[in-house]
């Protein structure tokens, strides 16, 4: 087992290089020049050119530039926002609970529904149950998520009223925030309402974020357990006599949530790029609102940094996953 | 050649191609999907014709009309028209054919690179196939849509670029399926037969080994097919895609997103025609697997 995560951290080194590479490349691939970006259409004098290239390091050779930059990263400094003047780490982490909360919200969504889907789906299959819920299941993972978004704003924001359009919270709402998390913040904050004014804003969101993920794990359990179903082990339970209920809830489904668990931890790629649709049309103040934002004010030190937060945030939960895994399921360690 | 199939003495094999459409026929929803999904590229190709108005010709007398069974609505613009009076149908009619264009082109570029580059990797020495994989897991370490959004703030916001972007951030997957497929196939006693015969490495590469990696690949061309067309969507409705007045679907939807309260037409049906796209495929892909998945073939 030791051998197995030494070797997988192994491969996490070159890739975590690989990645601080892009996204140095990144504000250098741009076409014209970063300083000339940041002076905007005011233009800039030569000395002050001169200063800021010496400031930045743009003055000196590539391979400095990169040592530079690296050895800035691994000590937290990714540079300072254009527009806010604040470290892009700073920025980072204090929308980050925001974008955590939504994908937690979403995926407990998707796998308190997902998961009785698919059971239900594959005991019953080839029935009308199972075909109903897989159409669905398909419909839902072919849903351009913008648009349901929209639907689901002229629906219950519009015609019914039932929820809000934007943020997080009610406006006339004000207390500190010292987890960052909306749904524990505004219950510390004892203020009558504020808690059912976060959660009303959180639900629209939540569903939206969760719709592929719901639709994923529903089909994942269903195939895991019709998989599982056929096995030996499964008709000795079934010939002991024992109830339906704890054959498929026991016996089936525990062996089956190992792909469907892979699944679940595989897709926060998934869950990060739905949030940079989520979070822009429901003015949720998260990172993927912030990276779209950044990209249109060409904060390019934003979208640099964010860009190598966001990527090392899913090699770390692959790599999670991955260790995980190879904990559960003994076959992969060996290799 | 014609030797050898005279030789050939052994019962008749029913083509791959009826094999094939033997075991897609028996999932039901995937022949559904195959016919609309052969309708929609019908439409797309004639869109010229039966398009009732010039997509882009602007009516200022007719601006956010209702579609035509709505009071209000009528019999020449049979959807409605969109806040600047363009005709939604033919709007939506000419957005197809961008939308196949889109899925067709980014399939092309990311399995025709993956192919190649997975056929090298698969071939070369170990130390060649370790830098091609390390690259891979780079690109798929950043969310496709984002590294789409940063590519096209690079390259500047055009449907072509953005096309590229996504091309480039689905290369990985094609490149690790053909990768795998190759290693199991290259030790193979058909291939060591093809090398000791002396067939060089190309024809090693692309004539022995690569029609038997096939299978897998159609199917990832398949769900990379109905992704792409969401990711340009989603790219064309952030304002990073196609530039209006282009009738892409996505890009029709951003614009017209403020008016969603008012009028409820301008936002549904390009939604509704992605969905209905993508669903088509995704159907066709699921009855792809099924088909071509040896280990699902009762025999």
């Known amino acids: ?335 | 050649m014609a030797d050898t199939t005279q030789i050939t003495t052994a019962p008749s094999r029913p083509s791959a191609l009826r094999e094939f459409w033997y075991y897609f026929r028996e999932n039901r929803g995937a022949v559904i999907g195959l016919y609309v999904f052969s309708a929609l590229v019908l439409i797309a190709v004639f869109a010229g014709l039966i398009a009732p108005h010039d997509p882009t010709a602007q009516n200022r007398a007719a601006t956010l009309l209702p579609p035509v069974w709505q009071e209000g609505g009528s019999w020449s613009y049979i959807l409605g028209t969109d806040p600047l009076g363009r005709d939604l149908l033919s709007r939506l009619l000419y957005g197809s054919q961008l939308t196949f264009l889109v899925g067709i082109m980014v399939v092309v570029l990311a399995s025709a690179g993956g192919i190649i580059i997975g056929l090298i990797s698969g071939f070369a020495p170990k130390w060649v196939d370790t830098i091609i994989m390390r690259i891979m897991d780079i690109i798929l370490s950043f969310p496709a849509l984002l590294l789409a959004l940063v590519l096209v703030a690079i390259l500047g916001p055009s449907l072509i670029n953005a096309m590229i972007a996504i091309a480039i951030a689905y290369q990985p997957h094609f490149v690790r399926l053909t990768r795998a497929a190759v290693l199991a196939e290259r030790s193979k006693d058909y291939v060591i037969s093809a090398r000791v015969a002396g067939a060089g490495l190309p024809r090693l590469m692309f004539i022995t080994v690569l029609p038997n990696c096939v299978a897998p690949i159609i199917v990832q061309a398949a769900l990379s097919f109905s992704n792409a067309i969401l990711d340009v969507a989603a790219l064309g409705f952030l304002g990073m895609g196609a530039q209006p007045p282009t009738p892409e679907w996505g890009t029709m939807l951003a614009e017209s997103r403020e008016f969603i309260l008012r009028a409820w037409w301008v936002v549904t049906f390009p939604g509704l025609a992605i969905l209905i796209t993508v669903l088509a495929i995704n159907l066709m892909g699921d009855g792809l697997r099924d088909a071509l998945d040896p280990k699902l073939k009762r025999s």
């Not at chain 1, 010496?54 to 000590?75: C, E, H, K, N, S």
């Not at chain 1, 003047?85 to 939504?102: G, I, N």
């Open chain 1, 1 to 335: 087992m030791l051998n197995y995560v030494l070797a997988r951290l192994l491969t996490f080194i070159p890739t975590f290089i690989g990645v601080t590479l892009v996204s140095f490349s990144f504000i250098r691939a741009l076409p014209g020049d970063p300083i000339q970006v940041m002076a905007g259409e005011r233009g800039i004098s030569e000395e002050r050119y001169a200063e800021l290239a010496a400031q930045f390091g743009y003055d000196r050779p590539i391979y400095v530039q990169y040592w530079d930059y690296l050895t800035g990263v691994l000590q937290g400094d990714l540079g300072v926002s254009f527009v806010t003047k604040r470290p892009v780490w700073d920025e980072f982490f204090s929308l980050f609970p925001a974008t955590l909360e939504l994908s937690i919200c979403a995926m407990i969504f998707a796998v308190a529904l997902g998961l009785p889907a698919g059971v239900i789906a594959a005991v019953n299959r080839g029935k009308f149950f199972d075909r109903a819920l897989m159409s669905t299941a398909l419909v839902g993972y072919s849903m351009p998520i913008f648009w349901w978004a929209l639907l689901l704003i002229i629906v219950f924001s519009g015609n019914l009223q039932w929820t809000p359009v934007s943020g997080r919270i009610g406006l006339q709402y004000y207390f500190p925030d010292p987890t960052g998390f909306m749904l524990i913040d505004s219950l510390a904050s004892g203020q009558k309402g504020a808690f059912l004014s976060a959660v009303r804003h959180l639900i629209l969101p939540t569903i939206v974020l969760g719709t592929i993920p719901l639709a994923v794990i529903a089909r994942q359990t269903r195939s895991a357990m019709l998989e599982v179903l056929g096995e030996d082990y499964i008709r000795t339970a079934r010939a002991k006599g024992l109830t339906p209920a704890r054959i498929n809830g026991i016996h089936a489904l525990r062996n089956a949530l190992i792909p469907v668990v892979t699944v679940i931890g595989l897709s926060v790629g998934t869950l990060l790029a739905g949030a940079i649709l989520t979070e822009t049309i429901f003015s949720w103040p998260g990172i993927g609102k912030w990276m779209v934002d950044s990209i249109f004010r060409r904060d390019y030190p934003v979208v640099q940094g964010g860009l190598l937060l966001v990527a090392v945030l899913v090699m770390v939960v692959n790599l999670i996953v991955d260790m995980l895994y190879g904990l559960i399921n003994p076959k992969i360690r060996k290799r």
